[in-house]
């Protein structure tokens, strides 16, 4: 009972970092993984803000094109780094043509922007597939490890095949506490990059409802 004691104050006693090292050579990919994760997850949580797809500025360019002054709105949305001032520019560009082909233009460049934000989504769901693989193969070449040890030694020492087992089962833990986490992170995200997307379509319909708008106006007189 004593040595039980003895063993697990050990276990208890041993940091972040031993654990980490005590997984092998496989680690390190895995805390690769890890870092780059962290970094996709802060640049996406900071481009997806309505405030980056939408700013006030671009407003400012939807009230000028309601007001029939889409040249001006033209100038305001071509001059502004966001999605929805692309998608805006894309139609006004068009403003003399079909209004067919103005809603084709402003679709075709919300594609472009919808997966240009997914990009980076995409990235983190394959370290997510990865990263239990990574654990996979790191508790396998734990597992020869372990038994190559019983080989040369034999099995008067128990004790080391449980060690190089649990050894072994380090990677596996790691990649699914990597990964599991990932997976909710990718489903917020894409949750976000729609709901996001479905914003800007909203305030951009009223610019096309004005086109709309004048041009009955127009045919009417």
């Given amino acids: 009972m004593l040595h039980f004691l003895q063993e697990a104050e050990a276990v208890s006693r ?3 970092w031993q654990w980490l090292v005590a997984g092998g050579p496989v680690m390190v ?3 690769l993984c890890s870092v780059v994760a962290v970094a996709l997850v802060m640049e996406r949580y900071l481009r997806l803000r309505q ?9 400012e360019a939807i009230e000028a094109a309601q007001r029939g002054d889409r040249a001006r709105a033209l100038q305001l949305a071509a001059a502004i780094e966001a999605p929805a001032a692309r998608i805006l520019a894309a139609g006004l560009r068009r403003d003399t043509l079909p209004l067919l082909d103005i809603e084709r233009a402003m679709e075709d ?4 922007e919808s997966d240009v934000m997914r990009g980076r989504v995409r990235a983190l769901s394959m370290i997510a597939a990865v990263a239990p693989l990574l654990g996979l193969l790191g508790t396998v070449l734990g597992l020869a490890n372990a038994f ?4 040369l030694v034999g099995m008067g020492k128990p004790e080391q095949l449980a060690a190089g087992i649990n050894e072994a089962l380090i990677t596996t833990i790691a990649g699914l506490g990597l990964a599991i986490p990932l997976m909710l992170i990718v489903g917020f995200l894409n949750a976000r990059v729609r709901l996001l997307m479905r914003l800007v379509d909203q305030r951009l319909m009223l610019v096309v409802d004005a086109i709309v708008a004048e041009r009955r106006q127009h045919d009417a007189a």
């Fill in 14 to 16: 041993q940091t972040v």
């Fill in 29 to 31: 990919p895995l805390g």
């Fill in 51 to 59: 405030d980056a797809m939408l700013p006030p500025a671009v407003e």
């Fill in 109 to 112: 460049q919300a594609a472009k």
């Fill in 148 to 151: 190559d040890r019983v080989v």
